[in-house]
T-cell receptor, first 115, second 113 residues
Framework: EPEVTQTPSHQVTQMGQEVILRCVPI?????FYWYRQILGQKVEFLVS????????KSEIFDDQFSVERPDGSNFTLKIRSTKLEDSAMYFC?????????????FGPGTRLTVL | DQQVKQNSPSLSVQEGRISILNCDYT??????FLWYKKYPAEGPTFLIS?????DKNEDGRFTVFLNKSAKHLSLHIVPSQPGDSAVYFC????????????FGSGTQLTVLP
């Protein structure tokens, strides 16, 4: 069964450093997403991406964040200057459908720890 | 922001019995609802969904009920199995923001053998 994969599974970084989280969405999916879950809190939407551009983003997704689909298979989330409060599980997801009954498939997540 | 609420952080049921997980929402723009299951160290796994034009959707042991007037949905698992033990998230999509899901805080289901 096709699945969303994410690397690395755990990333430790120093505050102020840049990190890039990587995802390989399901191959025939057209919509890509990043969500995050701070420990003990809800899963929160960050950004959606379609046709090589951001289609929606939340207020969490400020100028420190960016997304890219560099090569037609990978989908990346970059945090330019990490803060302690960026420590969270980051989930990539993808879906096939546009408006309608599309399932969002989630990857296993990357645990980001900012020291 | 409490647009999607799961008021029970945990639920324990005996194997073979019914598990009922509840979810309430406040945003009348939500038009599509999903349930996800999550094991530790894994991402959320899609279980079942329901459109706001329906009041019931069934898939094997899983049934989701939607009461729009009460802004309430529930997931029924019958019969419950020990492998169902996980955190269950209710999520909703708004017709005004069709590309993002709003999640509840989750309910830890424990199925006792």
């Amino acid at each position: 069964e096709p699945e969303v994969t994410q690397t690395p599974s755990h990333q430790v970084t120093q505050m102020g450093q840049e990190v890039i989280l990587r995802c390989v969405p399901i191959s025939n999916h057209l919509y890509f997403y990043w969500y995050r879950q701070i420990l003990g809190q809800k899963v929160e939407f960050l950004v959606s991406f379609y046709n090589n551009e951001i289609s929606e983003k939340s207020e969490i997704f400020d100028d420190q964040f960016s997304v890219e689909r560099p090569d037609g298979s990978n989908f990346t989330l970059k945090i330019r200057s990490t803060k302690l409060e960026d420590s969270a599980m980051y989930f990539c997801a993808s879906s096939e459908a546009s408006i309608g009954a599309g399932e969002w498939f989630f990857g296993p997540g990357t645990r980001l720890t900012v020291l | 922001d409490q647009q999607v609420k799961q008021n029970s952080p945990s639920l324990s049921v005996q194997e073979g019995r019914i598990s009922i997980l509840n979810c309430d929402y406040t945003n009348s723009m939500f038009d599509y609802f999903l349930w996800y299951k999550k094991y530790p160290a894994e991402g959320p796994t899609f279980l079942i969904s329901i459109s706001s034009i329906k009041d019931k959707n069934e898939d094997g042991r899983f049934t989701v009920f939607l009461n729009k007037s009460a802004k309430h949905l529930s997931l029924h698992i019958v019969p419950s199995q020990p492998g169902d033990s996980a955190v269950y998230f209710c999520a909703a999509r708004s017709s005004g923001s069709a590309r993002q899901l709003t999640f509840g805080s989750g309910t830890q289901l424990t199925v006792l053998p």
